[in-house]
């Protein structure tokens, strides 16, 4: 998808989305000393798509690249460590 990103079009791969925990993000993108964020209409169109993409996953439809159910398990066993 197409989205602006810092007052630029930029281009959101979705497909190579995985999860993550937030131990793992070492620091926010910054421009002018500011943390960038996602205006929320552009969050709420990542999360539908996102939710899409999950649902054709579901059903047989694998359009991620990386194995996001094996990334998933692994974290979820990191979690459960603690």
């Known amino acids: 998808m197409i989205g602006k990103i810092a ?4 281009v ?3 497909q190579n989305a995985f999860p993550t925990l937030e131990k793992y993000i ?4 910054i421009i002018d000393g500011q943390p ?3 205006i929320d209409s552009l ?4 999360l539908r798509n996102f939710k899409d993409l999950m649902n054709m996953k ?4 694998n359009l991620f690249f990386p194995d996001i159910d094996k ?8 979690l459960n460590k603690k």
């Open 26 to 29: 070492d620091h926010p993108h």
């Open 58 to 61: 579901k059903k047989g439809i």
């Open 12 to 14: 959101l791969l979705l």
């Open 36 to 38: 960038l964020k996602v």
């Open 43 to 46: 969050k709420d169109e990542i």
């Open 7 to 10: 007052n630029k079009s930029s």
């Open 71 to 78: 990334i998933k398990e692994i974290m979820l066993e990191e």
